[in-house]
């Protein structure tokens, strides 16, 4: 109402005369003359014609006030647009085919700046979000090999005071598992510093983010999806309880959907305070990854400089490589790295495909206008000016490419959804794709540049018809010439722009389809990856599990479970070794191999029935028996690459490598007697996608996976059927024999549990 | 009746303005008194004479208020604003000057003809 008043005040302001006012007081004038005329001695009609005539019609009057107070602008364009409309409902068909054909371009231009728009400049809702960087330190001699490294509590304080920092935000994943329900549920939890609430400064849908106060207090915030899968959306959430690992916490807070912190640890279903992250039983202090958030025009390279010795110095305690730099990646980078190239070319695709649209109306209306050359002619014979006819001749295009642009806009709103629905693991997860200000300025802008771009040509080619030559009488003659190089030109450019758009996306697909019938080299059919977590949070589970022979003997338990379940037919044993992408590289030594070299290969960490479970082919030799598995030491098996790249085929049998990377140096690892020993190659096996799906097989060695055990591990499970429908048996199986072991339920997590083909669908 | 005269460019206004001053008038009696004043020789196009009024109203010289005319019918009252005063004022005083100026010239050629 408000609004509507300020409106009227407004529009008081620029014409203070309402149109009736003016009529009126016109009337008043026209009726004194009349008046006085009669007193003249004329007759009524006559002295009623003449003051008309000599005075002007009282319905023109208002037209003629706001031409007087600077308005006849507005008045002549309603007019156009009018007009304009009227043309267009005059002609259906052509209305029709223009709109629709810019609708296409417009609708798609925008879907994919919408997309851009939420992928590569504004995904995440942090506040600052620009500043907030990922440190991570780079291998000089391999640069593209880079680790993440944690800092405990005093250290990230340390890091906090350094003069580029504004803030800095730590934090760590753990696995938890609701246990007053059933059958144990996995959740990932994510422990976030108490100052997480001013770090990333996004407002809680409900409730309240982590603060300061919060530090020791069971206390947990939900993500959105949790919050919505788990209680059903319901917003009176806030104060009740949720039991994590046999305790209780108080949810304090829900956070809103576009908030999915993050990538590195995995999206959390909750968020919990730092604080709680209790050691690990027997182990050093909890630490935690940092965000670094940078103060405000501090160039990424001086942050570079001016952090480098503060991690040198607190990193000097640990081994490993010493050849390295510190590099802060500002945390949308790698979604640029591996989107940008993609979004830009789709980009070109998609305004390719209005440009096209532009020319076709472009031809449209100059087809049309050859039927028009009579109207504006006598236009131009009453006195309009040529400005006045490409006016008019604009706003009509104008017309076309407003109702277009509104068509289109409400098309890209299902558009945008397109990629992140075929694709959504390659978008960051906080994008949330939103018709916003900037999307609806950049579609407005984009219909007003069209609508000039295929209009202008055809306003200037038609204003400048002579008057004499098209109206009739002198039609006889030929008319079309002077036209038709320019359409020629058109209609080449279109056809030459609509081949390029084909031939593009004819190679896009031929290139998906090479992806989808690209020999993966194993079968990952009805095969499932089950993930399991162990308690390294509960000191008594974990001082349990803690030596090899425990864990691997727990591993191997469960794993009998499992494979006792109906339909099941092979279970397997993996430790990050789950196709087409698995593990990353390590270095690895072969006899008689050259001393300076460090050859690079996949270390996969599996058990003997791996090979069978995936239907990978043995080439030569044999794969190890159960006793050499649950020792882990002695043994290998090498892939195809591997032997053609760093053995001659023949003679690979029998030849012996070393693997000095398996150390056991990370938390919770523990490593065989002989991890790091000469192992001898007992057999060959072919050669399976492993570097993606999209990529070149890397040479690989696979030993059992007992000679480093990690907290957690696999289960590539093979079913009759869909694996799916399984689930739930196994959950019970895995019950129990250990009532609180839960199976990681996450889908996109690395750990999670998902079906090889879904594994595939992901990575292509 | 004497030989009518054109108006040049924009001295309506300024005829306008000094026949409001004169006295409240609506519409039709600015017409009439711009005609008696000038003795009947000023013939006024009219459709550029209410676009003059709607001008002059706009940049705030006059202010029309509704009232009753002589004859008992519902007219709008123009009436002289300060500013309007003032502009009649600079306009009256630029016009006497270029007159003068241009009569100067055009009378001095005469002589040496």
């Known amino acids: 109402m408000s609004l509507l008043a300020a409106m009227r005040k407004l529009w008081h302001s620029i014409a203070p005369r309402t149109p009736s006012d003016v009529e009126q007081e016109f009337r008043s004038t026209l009726d004194a003359y009349q008046a006085d005329l009669i007193r003249l001695g004329l007759p009524e009609e006559q002295a009623r014609r003449k003051a008309r005539i000599d005075l002007g019609q009282p319905a023109a009057q ?135 609430e001013t770090f990333f400064g996004v407002r809680p849908l409900f409730g309240r983010m982590i603060e300061p106060l919060d530090a020791g207090h069971p206390v947990v915030v939900l993500n959105y999806r949790f919050w919505q899968r788990r209680f059903g959306s319901d917003p009176r959430v806030i104060g009740r309880t949720l039991e994590m690992d046999h305790a209780a916490y108080a949810i304090i807070g829900v956070m809103p959907r576009s908030f999915a912190f993050n990538d590195i640890a995995g999206i959390g279903d909750v968020y919990l305070p730092a604080s709680l992250l209790q050691a690990v039983a027997n182990g050093p202090a909890p630490s935690f990854l940092p965000w670094i958030k940078l103060r405000p025009h501090v160039t990424v390279a001086a942050a570079n400089a001016a952090l480098e010795p503060i991690v040198r110095e607190i990193r000097k305690q640990h081994s490993g490589v010493s050849a390295w730099h510190l590099a802060l990646q500002p945390i949308i980078l790698p979604y640029q790295q591996n989107l940008g190239r993609t979004l830009a070319l789709l980009l070109g695709g998609v305004a390719l495909l209005l440009i096209i649209g532009c020319a076709n109306c472009s031809i449209l209306l100059l087809a049309r206008g050859r039927t028009r050359q009579h109207e504006l002619a006598i236009r131009t014979a009453i006195g309009a000016s040529r400005w006045r006819i490409v006016r008019q001749l604009l706003v009509e295009a104008l017309v076309i490419s407003c109702t277009g642009t509104v068509l289109g806009v409400a098309a890209s709103y299902w558009l945008a959804r397109l990629p992140l629905l075929l694709s959504p693991n390659s978008f960051p997860a906080e994008s949330f794709i939103r018709i916003n200000a900037s999307v609806l300025a950049f579609s407005v802008a984009l219909a007003l540049f069209s609508g000039i771009l295929f209009g202008l040509a055809p306003a200037l080619r038609l204003s400048r018809n002579d008057p004499a030559r098209a109206l009739p009488g002198r039609q006889a003659g030929v008319v079309a010439v002077p036209g038709r190089h320019r359409w020629s030109v058109l209609i080449a450019a279109q056809v030459a722009l609509t081949l390029l758009l084909m031939a593009t996306a004819g190679t896009a697909i031929r290139g998906f389809l090479r992806l989808t019938q690209m020999p993966l080299g194993y079968d990952p059919a ?239 | 009746m004497t030989k009518p005269v054109e108006l040049p460019q924009g001295t309506l206004e300024m005829l306008i303005l000094k026949a409001v001053s004169l006295g409240q008038l609506h519409g039709y009696g600015i017409l009439l008194r711009i005609q008696q004043i000038s003795g009947e020789r000023l013939e006024i196009l009219q459709g550029s004479f209410y676009t003059a009024i709607y001008r002059l109203e706009r940049r705030g010289w006059i202010k029309g208020e509704w009232g009753e005319s002589e004859n008992n019918r519902r007219a709008r009252f123009y009436s002289l604003t300060a500013a309007g005063t003032r502009q009649l004022k600079a306009e009256t005083a630029k016009w006497i000057d270029m007159a003068a100026v241009v009569a100067g010239i055009l009378n001095k050629k005469t002589d040496e003809r």
């Open chain 1, 62 to 196: 208002p037209e003629r006030y706001r031409a007087a107070i600077g308005l006849g602008f507005f008045d002549e364009s309603g007019g156009d647009i009018r007009y304009g409309l009227r043309a267009l409902c005059r002609n259906r068909g052509f209305a029709a085919v223009a709109m629709f054909s810019l609708a296409l371009g417009i609708g798609a231009t925008t879907a994919m700046f919408s997309l851009i728009y939420a992928v590569l400049l504004h995904p995440f809702p942090y506040a600052g979000a620009d500043r907030i960087t990922n440190p991570i330190m780079i291998d000089d001699q391999h640069p593209d090999g880079f680790w993440y490294f944690e800092l405990s509590k005093p250290q990230l304080d340390e890091m906090c005071l350094a003069a580029p920092v504004d803030s800095v935000l730590g934090f760590n994943n753990a696995h938890l598992e609701i246990s007053n329900d059933g059958l144990p549920q996995d959740i990932s939890g994510i422990y976030l510093t108490e100052n997480a």
């Open chain 1, 526 to 764: 009805n095969v499932m990856q089950l993930g399991i977590e162990l308690h390294v949070h509960n000191p008594a589970e974990w001082s349990r599990l803690q030596s090899r022979e425990a864990r691997a003997a727990y591993i191997e338990q469960i794993r009998q479970k499992i494979a006792s379940v109906p339909r099941v037919s092979t279970v397997a044993v993996g430790i990050d070794a789950t196709l087409p992408d698995a593990d990353i590289q390590s270095s690895f030594i072969v006899d008689g191999g050259g001393a300076g070299e460090q050859p690079q290969a996949r270390v996969m960490l599996v058990d003997q029935r791996y090979f069978a479970a995936l239907r990978i082919p043995l080439l030569q030799g044999r794969v190890w028996n159960a006793d050499e598995n649950s020792r882990g030491d002695f043994v290998a098996v090498v892939n195809h690459a591997f032997s053609t790249r760093y053995l001659s085929p023949s003679q690979a049998m029998g030849r012996q490598l070393r693997i000095p990377g398996l150390t056991g140096h990370a938390r919770y690892q523990v490593v065989s007697a002989q991890s790091t020993g000469w192992r001898q190659i007992v057999g060959v096996v072919g050669d399976a996608r492993n570097d993606g799906v999209d990529q070149p097989i890397v040479p690989a060695i696979y030993i059992p996976y007992t000679a480093a055990l990690q907290s957690w591990a696999q289960f590539l499970v093979r079913t009759q059927g869909d694996p799916l429908t399984c689930l739930h048996s196994i959950r019970g199986a895995i019950v129990s024999i250990a009532s609180d072991q839960q199976i990681s339920d996450s889908v996109s997590a690395f750990n999670g549990t998902f079906t090889l083909s879904e594994a595939i669908e992901r990575g292509a």
